[in-house]
């Protein structure tokens, strides 16, 4: 899988946009560009997904350059509740390489 | 719909002993995963089950072996536990082993003295 590069930490006010840059220069056509969040010491929690073309879902928006080399995570109003480290994630969808490979992620802190 | 579950939440371990971290879905998924996360690391797959019946090893397998009980179950034991064991342990399903996001369970917290 193709590494990803992502600031270990973000601030941003409640109520404003969080956007969380992600870099993975050397992913593949066939890889898929996954994002998923740990609040505290939780589970992880699956956010959205996407190849090329920008995705939206009621969690967030997922903006991927032309090249894809980069994207980045949009939750358009932030909560406290969103405080969590936000990991992004390059896999294969299919054969033995589909597997999810995490990093270290971007922790976000979310203040008043 | 529980989603995933595991079992215990809790546990401390002196090195040598052995244990089983059980893990169970009600989500009807084919592929199950074990993962383990060390502090300030993210999580890496230990073991995974892309289906009933098979079972593969991960990126950090040493020590550790699992078992697909059936489709909702499934357990990792640890034979001989290890202080380097001390983790945070994962399980998590997906509808497939292809195409589908994983679904996590709460975790269980294991220290090995």
């Known amino acids: 899988d193709a590494k990803t590069t992502q600031p270990p930490s973000m601030d941003c006010a409640e109520g404003r946009a969080a956007n969380l840059p992600c870099n993975h220069s050397?992913?593949?056509?066939?890889?898929?560009v996954y994002w998923y969040r740990q609040i505290h010491s939780q589970g992880p929690q699956y956010i959205i997904h996407?190849?090329?073309n920008n995705e939206t879902n009621e969690m967030a928006s997922l903006i991927i350059t032309e090249d894809r080399k980069s994207s980045t995570l949009i939750l358009p109003h932030a909560t406290l509740r969103d405080t969590a480290v936000y990991y992004c994630?390059?896999?294969?969808?299919?054969?033995?390489?589909?597997?999810?490979?995490f990093g270290t992620g971007t922790r976000l802190q979310v203040t008043l | 719909n529980a989603g995933v579950t595991q079992t215990p939440k809790f546990q401390v371990l002196k090195t040598g002993q052995s244990m089983t971290l059980q893990c169970a879905q009600d989500?009807?998924?084919?592929?199950m995963y074990w993962y383990r996360q060390d502090p300030g690391m993210g999580l890496r797959l230990i073991y995974y089950?892309?289906?009933?019946?098979?079972?593969d090893k991960g990126e950090v397998p040493n020590g550790y072996n699992v078992s697909r009980l059936n489709k909702r179950e499934f357990s990792l034991r640890l034979e001989s536990a290890a202080p380097s064991q001390t983790s945070v342990y994962f399980c998590?399903?997906?509808?497939?082993?292809?195409?589908?996001?994983?679904?996590f369970g709460p975790g269980t917290r294991l220290t090995v003295l």
């Open positions: 998590a399903s997906s509808a497939f082993w292809d195409y589908n996001e994983q679904f």
């Open positions: 050397t992913i593949s056509g066939n890889e898929y």
């Open positions: 996407g190849l090329k």
């Open positions: 994630i390059v896999r294969f969808l299919t054969g033995t390489a589909s597997k999810l490979t």
């Open positions: 989500m009807n998924h084919n592929s």
């Open positions: 089950s892309a289906s009933e019946g098979t079972t």
